[in-house]
């Protein structure tokens, strides 16, 4: 999987913020919980810049747990 197809910009009340792609079943834009297309709460959609970083504090956090945990496939039934 490409950079940009992990990566997603998402404006919330004029501050950009990278997150990681939501990649569970929710409809949620990002990782971490964000709509991301809802202007009546201040967040919409921005642009990639070139060589983004990930900058979402709480989408750290998923990361940083995830790579704590060290699940296994073979965990799961
Ligand atoms: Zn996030």
Redesign the pocket.
């Known amino acids: 999987m490409d950079k940009d197809d992990v990566m997603i910009a998402v404006n919330i009340d004029g501050e950009v913020?990278i997150?990681?792609r939501n990649i569970g079943p929710t409809d949620h834009v990002?990782?971490?919980g964000?709509d991301g297309t809802d202007e009546t709460i201040g967040q919409r959609p921005a642009t990639l810049p070139k060589d983004a970083k990930i900058d979402?504090n709480?989408?750290r956090i998923y990361w940083d747990g995830f790579m704590e945990t060290k699940i296994r496939k073979s965990w799961f039934k």
Request: aromatic letters at 0%; charged letters at 0%; a neutral charge.
């Open positions: 913020l997150h990681i990002t990782l971490c964000v979402c709480m989408c």
